[in-house]
């Protein structure tokens, strides 16, 4: 019971405190609230504050979400410098264990501002008679632009074929990235998402795995704070290099890959050479990515190959068919352009 009665009276015992909200801001011209807290308050009969800003800053608009213990709590704004003051008065009695008193209300000017007590000037008295000030530790607060600073945009990569692609992003004050990725010149963006293919889209460390020739000059950006007040880095291009075998040999002096007719309605031919035995992979693809047909994937003799294939159930647009050879000791791929007409 002792115990307990101790531990009573040294928690009654703290130091009352008053805060100052910090409360983050993404744009000018907008209206923001910013609390003011009070604990370990008991039996409070007189408050008078005096808070400082900057009119440059912020414009003061009202009190607002008042708490019921304050009714009647009148408040003014004073100049030179620039204050706000609230002074109420009561011989009830408020007690603040935990609570907000009441929220002062702002325009943002300039995205930030600073909000300090005059302490010199603040007083609480609780309701004895006479009246005793009492101690009080006071946490100033702040109106802060909550927009994500980029202090590193991701850079331009060029990587050979079927190596890994790593863009970097970095912010001292972001709380979460996504990765989003631009097939068209950035006409259209695509949101990234963990797959074999794509690794840490929501971190600040976006990772490419074996990158194909058909990623090459694909655009890469990152939203920072996706949710709220975020911010857009700049777009990297990823250049894909097709020479992944000999060093000097370009792929198509290696490999040849058409179809014809090009462009086509129904039918196309597609027409390939493989340079020695090896693993041949073709596969046609979307402008947006998806296989939209694999014409092989299998081993090959060395020598040139047609393969006679039917696309009617390809809509009309363009597509890529990419080329990937695996030999003995090399990998090369290419890519041909194909039309698809009604």
Do not use: H, M
């Given at each position: 019971m002792l115990f307990f009665l101790f531990g009573g009276l040294f928690v009654n015992a703290q130091t009352p405190s008053l805060s100052i909200g910090n409360v983050g801001v993404c744009n000018n011209d907008i209206t923001v609230s910013v609390p003011i807290k009070g604990n370990n308050f008991s039996d409070i009969g007189a408050i008078t504050l005096f808070i400082n800003y900057n009119d440059q800053n912020l414009e003061f608009s009202s009190i607002e979400n008042i708490n019921p213990q304050l009714f009647g709590i009148m408040v003014n704004t004073l100049s030179n410098p620039s204050r706000i003051a609230l002074v109420w008065t009561n011989t009830t009695g408020a007690t603040f264990m935990n609570d907000t008193l009441l929220n002062l209300k702002f325009t943002v000017l300039q995205h930030s501002g600073d909000l300090s007590f005059a302490i010199d000037s603040c007083e609480f008295?609780?309701?004895?008679?006479?009246?005793?000030?009492?101690?009080?530790?006071?946490?100033?607060?702040?109106?802060?632009?909550?927009?994500?600073?980029?202090?590193?945009?991701?850079?331009?990569?060029?990587?050979?074929?079927?190596?890994?692609?790593?863009?970097?992003?970095?912010?001292?004050?972001?709380?979460?990235?996504?990765?989003?990725?631009?097939?068209?010149?950035?006409?259209?963006?695509?949101?990234?998402?963990?797959?074999?293919?794509?690794?840490?889209?929501?971190?600040?460390?976006?990772?490419?795995?074996?990158?194909?020739?058909?990623?090459?000059?694909?655009?890469?950006?990152?939203?920072?704070?996706?949710?709220?007040?975020?911010?857009?880095?700049?777009?990297?291009i990823l250049s894909v290099d097709s020479i992944t075998g000999i060093p000097g040999q370009a792929a198509n002096e290696i490999l040849s890959l058409t179809n014809s007719p090009n462009p086509f309605s129904g039918e196309t031919t597609i027409e390939f050479s493989v340079p020695e035995q090896g693993f041949v992979t073709i596969k046609i693809f979307s402008m947006m990515g998806q296989i939209m047909g694999t014409p092989a994937e299998s081993p090959y003799s060395k020598g040139s190959y047609r393969l006679e294939k039917k696309y009617v159930y390809l809509p009309a647009g363009i597509y890529f068919c990419h080329y990937v050879f695996k030999g003995t000791a090399s990998t090369y791929e290419t890519n041909n352009k194909m039309i698809k007409i009604n």
């Open positions: 008295a609780n309701i004895s008679l006479p009246p005793q000030v009492i101690a009080v530790n006071y946490s100033n607060g702040s109106i802060f632009e909550a927009k994500p600073t980029i202090s590193s945009e991701p850079e331009n990569k060029t990587v050979p074929s079927q190596s890994n692609a790593v863009f970097q992003v970095a912010s001292p004050n972001a709380s979460g990235y996504l990765w989003q990725e631009s097939r068209n010149d950035e006409i259209s963006w695509t949101t990234l998402s963990e797959t074999n293919t794509y690794a840490g889209t929501q971190t600040n460390t976006l990772t490419i795995r074996q990158v194909s020739l058909y990623f090459n000059q694909f655009r890469y950006r990152c939203l920072l704070n996706p949710n709220s007040c975020n911010a857009v880095s700049t777009s990297a």
